[in-house]
T-cell receptor
Framework: GDSVTQMEGPVTLSEEAFLTINCTYTATGYPSLFWYVQYPGEGLQLLLK?????DKGSNKGFEATYRKETTSFHLEKGSVQVSDSAVYFCALTKNNFNKFYFGSGTKLNVKP | EPEVTQTPSHQVTQMGQEVILRCVPI?????FYWYRQILGQKVEFLVS????????KSEIFDDQFSVERPDGSNFTLKIRSTKLEDSAMYFCASSVAGEQYFGPGTRLTVT
């Protein structure tokens, strides 16, 4: 069945370090791919998305490219800040309004 | 900015008791969802709701669960007789154009 696998955390980085959080997916057809972020005490917020192969989603310095050949959607940021500390979820959906399949989340801790 | 709200933020209940988790979706949204996340595990889909009926449900969503939109603003998840394994974070979401907006979650602890 459809599923998302992302790297386990926590990931601990120093401020200004480069971030990669790996995400791979299994799905038939052409899913849309998402990264959501959850800050402490808050809900899941959409960070970025990509709806077709080779699309790059970007927001707030974060980027992820939809790679159909490797079924991946890795999240990257060139220089993390303490305020980026949160839990990051990779997700896919097959159609608009359909259910989302989430990964297990990766906790990022950024130290000053 | 409009947001999805959920109450309570934390609910503690005894096994066998009924609980109702409440959500207020964004006002012009038409599709509503419940997800749950057991500690350390994936966020799992429970149910989707559109036009006052369930549009899809997972195998987790058995007869112990029900959803309702009792008025124009609330969307509720009822667990009829809670089990220990129902302890989880429950997220409500709503959608109008494919992008789902999530609430902050309700942490349910069943003792």
């Amino acid at each position: 069945g459809d599923s998302v696998t992302q790297m386990e955390g926590p990931v601990t980085l120093s401020e200004e370090a480069f971030l990669t959080i790996n995400c791979t997916y299994t799905a038939t057809g052409y899913p849309s791919l998402f990264w959501y972020v959850q800050y402490p005490g808050e809900g899941l917020q959409l960070l970025l998305k990509a709806t077709k192969a080779d699309d790059k989603g970007s927001n707030k310095g974060f980027e992820a490219t939809y790679r159909k050949e490797t079924t991946s959607f890795h999240l990257e940021k060139g220089s993390v800040q303490v305020s980026d500390s949160a839990v990051y979820f990779c997700a896919l959906t097959k159609n608009n309004f359909n259910k989302f399949y989430f990964g297990s989340g990766t906790k990022l801790n950024v130290k000053p | 900015e409009p947001e999805v709200t959920q109450t309570p933020s934390h609910q503690v209940t005894q096994m066998g008791q009924e609980v109702i988790l409440r959500c207020v979706p964004i006002s012009n949204h038409l599709y509503f969802y419940w997800y749950r996340q057991i500690l350390g595990q994936k966020v799992e889909f429970l149910v989707s709701f559109y036009n006052n009926e369930i549009s899809e449900k997972s195998e987790i969503f058995d007869d112990q669960f029900s959803v309702e939109r009792p008025d124009g603003s609330n969307f509720t998840l009822k667990i009829r007789s809670t089990k220990l394994e129902d302890s989880a974070m429950y997220f409500c979401a709503s959608s109008v154009a494919g992008e789902q907006y999530f609430g902050p979650g309700t942490r349910l602890t069943v003792t």
